[in-house]
């Protein structure tokens, strides 16, 4: 399917980026886009309202949020097509669908011959991403973690052998058990962690994994986002779980501690530390 949002004669949605702290952010595109719309559809009426009061714009709000996104879609599409509206979907901060509620809107737009454009803005995970310190040709968005440290665990070992910069969201009540979780599973690998993106009290934290794990975690406020260099391991002649299992038990033979036979086994596989402990432990 191809559309030319501004040539065919089809309704459209504006997904629009706002602010992820700094208000003057928002870009004069996005005050003449919203307020030339019919109807808002915003993740949470009460964050949107503040927002729109600070540019003196007063539009109808409904919330489309996590809980209510498919049946709130359904009622949004169906007032375009009875009643020709101009709607315009915003999260609370940064851009819509981005670990945020949206998707099910476009989509559903999409199947009933709805148009879907974007107006630009603030994105923390470039925000951070650029100003880490780390490469940014290539990198992979992950978003959040799921809270459960198994399943935390689970989707970290997926993704520690991409070469690519990694980047999360964490919230402050979680940063000191995500960043933990990252160090076992990931090695000691150079990290970012920037905190009050374009407010005030902005922060970068640029430090190992082993360091990071030492911070205050009192000192962390404010949503997080975590940038972490990718997997530099030279895996040419890589091992499997098994040959590395072989090889722990064998310096454990010898007479070594599990922790020392370890250490032995990355020195032969160069594999980090970390990882063998994850996958002796976890065929024991």
């Known amino acids: 399917m191809r559309s030319q949002n501004f040539i065919d004669n089809k309704p459209l949605i504006y997904l629009v980026a706002t602010p992820i702290g700094n208000l003057s952010e928002f870009s004069p595109r996005a005050i003449e886009v919203i307020s030339s719309c019919d109807l808002i559809a915003c993740e949470d009426t009460r964050n949107t309202a503040k927002l729109l009061s600070f540019f003196n714009i007063n539009k109808p709000l409904v919330s489309l949020r996590e809980h209510n996104e498919v049946s709130e879609s359904i009622n949004i599409i169906n007032k375009i097509k009875d009643k020709n509206i101009k709607v315009v979907y915003v999260s609370d901060?940064?851009?819509?669908?981005?670990?945020?509620?949206?998707?099910?809107?476009?989509?559903?737009?999409?199947?009933?011959?709805?148009?879907?454009?974007?107006?630009?803005?603030?994105?923390?995970?470039?925000n951070a991403l650029v100003a880490s310190g780390l490469p940014c040709d290539h990198f992979y968005f992950h978003g959040f973690?799921?809270?459960?440290?198994?399943?935390?665990?689970?989707?970290?070992?997926?993704?520690?052998?991409?070469?690519?910069?990694?980047?999360?969201?964490?919230?402050?009540?979680?940063?000191?058990?995500?960043?933990?979780?990252?160090?076992?599973?990931?090695?000691?690998?150079?990290?970012?962690?920037?905190?009050?993106?374009?407010?005030?009290?902005?922060?970068?934290?640029?430090?190992?994994?082993?360091?990071?794990?030492?911070?205050e975690e009192n000192t962390l406020k404010g949503e997080m986002v975590i940038i972490v260099e990718g997997n530099k391991e030279d895996n040419s002649s890589s091992y499997?779980?098994?040959?590395?299992?072989?090889?722990?038990?064998?310096?454990?033979?010898?007479?070594?501690?599990?922790?020392?036979?370890?250490?032995?086994?990355?020195e032969i596989t160069k594999i980090n530390k970390n990882s063998i402990y994850n996958i002796y432990h976890s065929n024991k």
């Open 240 to 266: 499997n779980d098994e040959q590395i299992i072989k090889l722990v038990n064998e310096q454990i033979q010898k007479g070594l501690s599990t922790k020392d036979a370890i250490k032995i086994t990355s």
């Open 93 to 126: 901060a940064g851009y819509p669908c981005i670990s945020d509620p949206g998707h099910k809107l476009v989509e559903l737009a999409l199947q009933n011959d709805i148009n879907i454009s974007t107006i630009s803005g603030p994105n923390a995970a470039i």
């Open 145 to 215: 973690l799921d809270p459960k440290k198994k399943i935390q665990k689970e989707q970290l070992n997926k993704l520690k052998n991409k070469e690519e910069t990694l980047i999360f969201y964490e919230a402050p009540h979680r940063i000191m058990d995500t960043l933990n979780v990252m160090y076992e599973i990931l090695g000691d690998r150079n990290a970012c962690l920037a905190r009050e993106l374009t407010k005030k009290f902005e922060e970068f934290i640029r430090l190992p994994l082993s360091k990071m794990v030492e911070l």
